[in-house]
DNA sequence: GTACTCGTCATTTTT
DNA sequence: TGACGAGTAC
């Protein structure tokens, strides 16, 4: 066997821990991955290594990632390793592999064949729905809030009849819950974490599906475990029983989304759980210089809570990470231009170069300056392909006439494009359902309405319509379905009217190519069934844009987005107490240990070179802040890092904004927003000031001691 | 049914 | 500052 390992091309140099990590035996195991040790392709690597040793076969595996992307990766990187035919292995998201149990076992798991899957949107509508027709108020009970309950209750695995109130508040909320549950039910759909619950349940309930799979899937591979959430968890070990191996790869110092239900704790419990004795640590870096990992190291190093992990490099100490501290979010911006002008000039890519920052709302500063500057960018976030409202109509069409129950897809097609069907019909639908316990759909049909439907108007047009469409699309394939309902729904009409909807129209004509290139990868041969895949396809895969992706551009995003991406140049930007920390993070508990892996993300992301930037003034929700510099900056040591502009003096340059040219006095040079050094509260920043020359009274915001009033005659201040 | 105004509220996000 | 939703006016 040694020597047939050796000849196998994908363990040709794996470093030490790596190949301990993909030949270990049938046991459990967790690999403690850092940033750009990889973790993707020790993965890959064990997969190939099982089925190629045939310790087991294809159809054994079973491997769970959090994006489809990760998961398409996964599949692509094992069949370039192994010639094999990879049909068997479930390769897949939670979500995806929850559907696709439920779709197999949808009896017992109490679905209709048909059900559907909400995203948050259609999740959100849901709910505003049932609280409307429940008369609930929205201003006490905000239906965020109440999405938010539902969701979080979910996620640790509690139905409305499990869960604990313990006032009246909660307890209404709880009863949205309740109802939401048996809208839901009757309606045949589910939303994300329903899928999983739903999921969850159907193994606990069913002790001969949940043996069925453990027999069959024998090894259970998790990536990014560091994101799983409670119920998750609960499912991976009832999943794994007694007999199989999980085989967990993630990195504690990275967990940054457990605001979204991640529990880190998972991998202290999976060593329990599992009697993992060993861990092994993956701390080699192949991503970056020395000089960036001893900044992340010592960064993440003021955690407390770690299972411990120092990243190294045989790749040299590069270039000094760059600090700059500008005058103004403005200014900060118009650094970082120059600078990646300069990159540029100098044979870097734009799209080896990312601008990162904390909040979506700081990139309009940046954007602008790269704009004035003619300098192709991309920003990532925002609108995904299938949440577009266009896309969304389309679909709705394709939704009901699937499932006639799905009132959230009849009422968002009912009036659109407009047919004379206002608020009161509506509502007269409404209640002839709510009579008669059915869905909209047949309140519909059963509504008699004084007006004809030849002027292309009314209910009983949109009957007629939708029972037209459901004839003709009869045995089509779905991009021809899809070509037809565009045509007769009026949608191509009424988007065809108004000049800003060019757009529109292509999004259209982009879900049809969508529609074919689905149904040529889908292995499904009965029409019907494969038009409720596809519907589930568009809910479960948010389809990022790939298209523009080849495009030398700016890549701008969030920290959190950037996650599992590395560029030459990283622009963290912004890097001011109050926004990196985020100020409303610091009242959460764990908060600040969250921004700092936050953080830690941030500085890894880059190979070669890496800028810090920040601005002593910024513009946030229309008023003028004056910051202190982040206090992650102080934990990076000092010789690592570049001053660019030491501490300009403020006074001396002239600003481009008005307020910044509010001197205090005639007798002192300070202005809002310069540093000062107080002897005994240390470092500060002017925040305001009142009264003259000797009334002077100034308002510090200090590092340590907070915000204070200070009268100048007395202040013994000096600049910082 | 649409076009406007006004008030409110501003982390992070995949499925 | 500016985006979005609700409410109002036509």
């Given at each position: 066997m040694q020597t047939e390992l050796s000849s196998l091309h994908f363990l040709n140099d794996l470093n030490k821990e790596q190949s301990e990590a993909v030949t270990l035996n049938d046991q459990s195991a967790l690999i403690l991955a850092g940033a750009g040790s990889g973790k993707t392709r020790v993965l890959t690597s064990r997969i190939s290594w099982l089925i190629h040793n045939q310790i087991t076969s294809p159809g054994s595996i079973l491997a769970v990632t959090f994006t489809n992307k990760a998961a398409k990766e996964m599949m692509l990187r094992i069949t370039s390793q192994l010639p094999i035919n990879t049909r068997g292995m479930w390769v897949g998201t939670f979500h995806g592999l929850c559907n696709r149990f439920l779709r197999t076992h949808h009896q017992d798991a109490h679905l209709p064949e048909t059900f559907q899957i909400l995203d948050s949107q259609d999740q959100l509508s849901a709910i505003k729905r049932l609280m409307r027709s429940s008369n609930i108020d929205e201003e006490n009970f905000p239906p965020r809030e109440v999405q938010y309950f539902i969701n979080a209750n979910k996620e640790i695995g509690l139905r409305s009849q499990n869960v604990k109130t313990y006032d009246a508040h909660t307890s209404k909320i709880n009863e949205i819950y309740l109802n939401y549950e048996k809208q839901c039910q009757k309606e045949g759909v589910v939303d994300f974490a329903e899928l999983l619950l739903r999921c969850y349940e159907l193994f606990k309930k069913n002790q001969p599906i949940l043996e069925h799979y453990q027999d069959r899937f024998k090894h259970i591979l998790i990536d990014e475990f560091q994101d799983t959430s409670e119920l998750q968890y609960k499912w991976i070990k009832l999943l794994v029983g007694q007999n199989n191996s999980v085989f967990a790869v993630g990195d504690d110092d990275q967990s940054i989304y457990s605001f979204r239900g991640a529990r880190v704790s998972n991998m202290k419990d999976l060593q329990k759980d599992f009697h993992i004795k060993k861990v092994i640590k993956l701390e080699q870096n192949y991503r970056s210089k020395n000089n960036i990992l001893n900044a992340a190291n010592a960064i993440i190093n003021n955690n407390d809570n770690r299972l411990g992990k120092k990243l190294w490099t045989a790749?040299?100490?590069g270039d000094l990470i760059r600090k700059y501290v500008g005058l103004s979010d403005y200014d900060e911006s118009n650094f970082i231009i120059d600078e990646i002008k300069q990159l540029h000039r100098s044979g870097l890519n734009y799209n080896q170069i990312a601008i990162l920052y904390r909040s979506n709302a700081q990139s309009r500063v940046i954007e602008h300056a790269i704009v004035s500057n003619n300098i192709p960018y991309r920003v990532f976030g925002g609108l995904r392909f299938f949440e577009r409202a266009e896309i969304k109509n389309a679909l709705a069409y394709l939704r009901l006439i699937t499932n006639k129950s799905d009132d959230n897809a009849f009422l968002r097609i009912i009036n659109f494009p407009t047919r004379g069907i206002g608020a009161k019909s509506i509502e007269q639908i409404q209640d002839i359902s709510k009579k008669n316990n059915a869905s909209l759909w047949h309140g519909a049909i059963e509504f008699k309405s004084p007006t004809s439907n030849t002027q292309k108007k009314g209910i009983p047009y949109f009957v007629d319509l939708i029972k037209t469409i459901e004839d003709e699309i009869h045995g089509l394939t779905i991009s021809e379905s899809i070509e037809i309902i565009i045509e007769r729904s009026g949608l191509k009409n009424h988007y065809l009217k108004e000049k800003d909807n060019i757009d529109r129209l292509a999004n259209l004509s982009e879900l049809i190519s969508a529609a074919v290139t689905f149904t040529e990868t889908s292995d499904v041969e009965e029409p019907t069934i494969n038009l409720i895949e596809f519907l589930n396809y568009t809910s479960l895969e948010s389809g990022e844009l790939q298209a523009s992706s080849n495009e030398d551009a700016l890549q701008l995003m969030t920290i959190h987005s950037a996650k599992g991406l590395e560029f030459d140049a990283v622009f963290i930007t912004g890097l001011e107490d109050g926004l990196c920390p985020h100020e409303q993070s610091l009242a959460e508990q764990n908060g600040l240990e969250e921004e700092r892996r936050l953080m830690y993300v941030a500085v890894t992301r880059a190979k070669m070179k890496l800028y810090l930037t920040l601005a002593q003034s910024r513009m946030l929700h229309g008023q003028t802040r004056y910051n202190l510099p982040s206090r992650f900056l102080d934990?990076?040591?000092?010789?690592l890092i570049k001053a660019i502009n030491t501490t300009k003096k403020i006074d001396l340059i002239p600003s481009p904004r008005k307020t910044q040219t509010n001197y205090l006095s005639d007798k002192y040079t300070w202005k809002i927003g310069s540093s000062i050094q107080h002897p005994k509260f240390g470092q500060g920043i002017v925040t305001g000031y009142e009264g003259h020359e000797d009334d002077l009274r100034i308002q510090i915001k200090f590092a340590n001691h907070g915000t204070k009033w200070l009268a100048m005659e007395y202040a013994k201040l000096s600049e910082a």
């Open positions: 790749a040299g100490d934990e990076i040591p000092d010789e």
